[in-house]
């Protein structure tokens, strides 16, 4: 396995409190920011992560046997804050976690060719107004947030508008005047992108109708059997009377997806299958955002942790930076930076990361064109997700580059849950994307010790990157070829951070220059050896047994 050395060097004295990493002070005594252009974002499956609650394991008779990794394995909400409290994100650098949709769904099961399946990934609605049991309660997300908060991480839901969740024998079919139920699309226009079902048996939501609709007979149903349904119908009252939107499908949607902004304060969505509607409706979702979260924020003063705003992320399918703020369908171009997203996942990363020759092709590239063509807006990396069936390393074994890639390149990071532990994405007996959403290997970590190994190395370079906002938002500059460093550099108001890494190094002793960031005499750490190094003649001489070292300014 080929080892990578690094080092990062910074003028910003940092502490690793896990409660106050977004409230950090320099020397200045200026804040170190929360930037979602530079956030380690953790992306799970909520079924698959951990189990933290097994009373809740099976709900709506779903009993029968599904394929292999196609029903719910127990996973819930629960599952993860209890690894919140137990430090695992906050030990991995995780500044926010991605949930896959929560909401409740579909009753019964499908069989799509691939094996008897059920909607433990979330992305099949049956009501968007409840939280599916198999997931957790209210009273858990509120938990989840909570705790997630008091340690400086952010909540990101996943946002499903562009349809319900498949027909069952016990799931009927929402009214025509809500869904279409064909043509099939074919990607090769904008209209056969936009106006039909992704997959059959995928009811699509009519998002461009403005046409008045009701309220579903079995939604209507079910909700008066809870209890609920005046309370329901009052707020959608409220709701279309305040923001003047038509009575339409895309709008009810809009309205009670916005609700769990403005109840449990979570702080951005993941917007799934963007390109499959009008780029319209998610300016009109991004405003109600907005406004659900200011409501928020006045109703929990003493909540709110900054005055970043909601933070929205799309997937635009093979969407990639270099398109820039453009994506092409052939016969119509659009922006959807400038219809309401803060960021696009990034498709392109993958083959960046396994194509391009060298680190700083890599890395300038992506700096090139965040500062210029995206400049105020980003994109988030991935080296592998849960459903594309050609990561950057199926295999698993690149893992300490994959980190070294993603962590270090600019830009936002998404790790994918059992990426930095090697998780497999080759399960056998599996169909289609069922093989990359295998429960988290915590066995594993707990008992071996290439994984142990393997998940040091992701923590470290995780931790180094939360600290510092440069490494993901920062300006690149090559200091030197060979050795390979290069600097990062970010700065707003009073606050400054400088980052210089250097790859490729040898074991042993190491002579970089560091440029002109720091003066003669400063004291540097290096946090993977906990070596501490005084600069020289604008060098960085250390001598440890690692092949990888990230040095700080210490604190004084």
Known sequence: MKKYLFILLSIVSISCSPKKQDKILTKNNTEKPFLWASANIYFLLTDRFNNGDVSNDLNFSRTRVAAKLRGFEGGDIKGITQKIKEGYFTNLGINAIWLTPIVEQIHGSVDEGTGITFGYHGYWTRD???????????????????????????????????????????????????????????????????????????????????????????????????????????????????????????????????????????????????????????????????????????????????????????????????????????????????????????????????????????????????????????????????????????????????????????????????????????????????TLRSNMNWNEIANRLQTKEILTHWQKLGLFRNNHVAVGAGVHKMISENPYVFQRTYSKGDFKDVVVVGLDLNIGEKKLNIGTEFMEGTVLVDAYSNTEVIVKNGMAILNTPFSIVLLEKKNQ
């Open 128 to 434: 968007w107004t409840s939280l599916d049991p198999n997931f957790g309660s209210e009273e858990a997300l509120k938990n989840l947030v909570e705790v997630a908060h008091k340690n400086g991480i952010r909540i990101v839901l996943d946002a499903v508008i562009n349809h319900t969740g498949p027909v069952t024998n016990v799931d009927p079919v929402w009214p025509e005047d809500w869904v279409r139920i064909g043509p099939q699309c074919d990607y090769q226009t904008y209209e056969s992108t936009t106006a039909c079902t992704l997959v059959k048996n995928l009811p699509d939501i009519k998002t461009e109708s403005d046409a008045t609709v009701e309220i579903p007979v079995q939604l209507a149903k079910k909700w008066k059997s809870e209890g609920r349904y005046e309370q329901e119908m009052k707020e959608l009252d409220e709701f279309f009377m305040r923001t003047g939107y038509p009575r339409a499908p895309k709008y009810y949607i809009i309205k009670w997806l916005t609700d769990y902004i403005a109840e449990f304060g979570i702080d951005g969505y993941r917007a799934d299958t963007v390109k499959h509607m009008e780029e319209s409706v998610w300016g009109d979702f991004r405003n109600e955002c907005d406004y659900a979260f200011k409501l928020w924020k006045e109703n929990n003063p003493e909540k709110v942790l900054d005055n970043n705003n909601f933070y929205l992320v799309g997937e635009v399918y093979n969407y990639g930076i270099s398109g820039g703020q453009i994506f092409d369908f052939g016969d119509k171009k659009v922006n959807y930076f400038k219809n309401g997203f803060n960021s696009l996942i990034n498709f392109e990363f993958k083959w960046n990361a396994a194509q391009l020759s060298s680190y700083e092709a890599l890395f300038s590239k992506y700096d090139s064109i965040l500062q210029n063509d995206l400049k105020g807006f980003g994109v988030l990396n991935y080296i592998s997700s849960h459903d594309d069936g050609a990561p950057f390393d199926k295999e698993r074994t690149k893992s300490f580059e994959s980190a070294t890639k993603l962590l270090l390149c600019p830009g936002t990071s998404q790790v994918y849950y059992g990426d930095e532990s090697a998780r497999s994405l080759i399960i056998e007996g599996t169909e289609g994307d069922a």
